[in-house]
């Protein structure tokens, strides 16, 4: 661990004060890092680099304990938690190039496109419209934070080759996950589906007098993403979130930490805000179903799409249509 100057602790406690999954084990990140069996455990929310004065991530701690227990032959490909998700994202199941032979091509990600279906079907239109390719992948980055750190790095050379056959110049990305996940480690130029729309002239600005945002885990330190949507958004942007650790699906530390799991969201639903707005389809999805109606992802509003987030077994064959498009 001396990579990640879990040395340089100084036992201040903020991490811990911070995060309900080291609160629970009472744990600093120092602590952690001599805790293996808890690396499942952590969300990677990165809420304990934010507040660390030494910068120590915690994610970077749970990322090198499970990557050597998957080298070890244990880990999440022994464990029956995560048998399901290994299935479907390693290598990605309902992965569709036929429709990825242009110069541009967009790829909405596996949860977005599951979750909001006819959104998905709009941007479809607008995307041939403007002779830009549709691609259905998984970016890999649940395989990767799993610990199969060469699966996940194998998964990204495939697309990238396979883009680059298709004579491939530019990928646009609509879920944080998969644009944080990507951008340093592809070599085919990169934008937001927020800055694209705005260079097509589609798209409509969404006008509140309040805008309450919630920032996605991997968009809260740069809010890259934010500020190409920005450009959507007319109103005041308020920040009345900002003490949420995660929605409660990060890290893939819901198998492991149910109740923590579950707890996140009533953060949220139990605060002074009733209305939340981002631009996760997972986070958004997530706080709808633990009871917060009033969650929105921003590209529908955009789009001028009224959708409700489908349940039970629904995203799963969303996703699966997608081998026929």
């Known amino acids: 661990m001396s990579e990640i100057n879990v040395e340089n602790c100084i036992h201040c406690g903020l991490c811990t004060r911070n995060c309900s999954f080291l609160k629970k084990y009472d744990l600093d990140l120092q602590k952690f890092s001599e805790h293996p069996e808890l690396a499942y455990s952590c969300f990677m929310c990165r809420k304990c680099s934010q507040v660390c004065p030494k ?87 649940p395989v990767y934070e799993l610990g199969l750190i060469s699966d996940a790095e194998n998964s990204l050379q495939r697309i990238e080759e396979r883009l680059r056959k298709n004579g491939v110049e530019e990928l646009i990305l609509l879920c944080p996950n998969c644009y944080h996940f990507m951008k340093d480690k592809i070599r085919i130029p990169i934008v937001t589906i927020y800055d694209k729309l705005k260079e097509l002239g589609e798209g ?68 002074d805000t009733k209305i939340l707005y981002t631009y996760c389809a997972s986070c958004v999805c997530n706080f709808r179903r633990k009871g917060f109606e009033e969650a929105y992802h921003v590209l529908p509003l955009i789009l001028g799409v009224d959708e409700k987030v489908p349940l039970g077994m629904q995203p799963f064959f969303n996703r699966a249509k997608h081998l026929v498009i």
């Open 55 to 141: 910068k120590i991530s915690g994610e970077k701690i749970a990322l090198a304990m499970r990557k050597e227990q998957v080298q070890n032959g244990e880990g999440a490909k022994k464990d029956l938690a995560y048998r399901g998700l290994l299935w479907e994202k390693n290598r990605y199941k309902f992965a569709n190039y036929k429709k990825s032979k242009k110069k541009s091509v967009f790829m909405p990600g596996c949860n977005f496109s599951s979750f909001f279906p006819k959104t998905t079907k709009r941007l479809e239109e607008i995307m041939k419209k403007h002779d830009i390719g549709i691609l259905y992948e998984c970016c890999g980055k």
């Open 204 to 271: 409509n600005v969404v006008k509140k007098d309040v805008i309450p945002m919630y920032y996605p885990c991997p968009d809260r330190k740069d809010k890259i993403l934010f500020e190409d949507m920005r450009y959507f958004l007319k109103g005041k942007i308020e920040s009345p979130f900002q003490n949420v650790q995660c929605c409660g699906l990060g890290g893939c530390a819901a198998a492991k930490e149910p109740e923590l799991s579950k707890g996140m969201p009533k953060q949220v639903i139990e605060g």
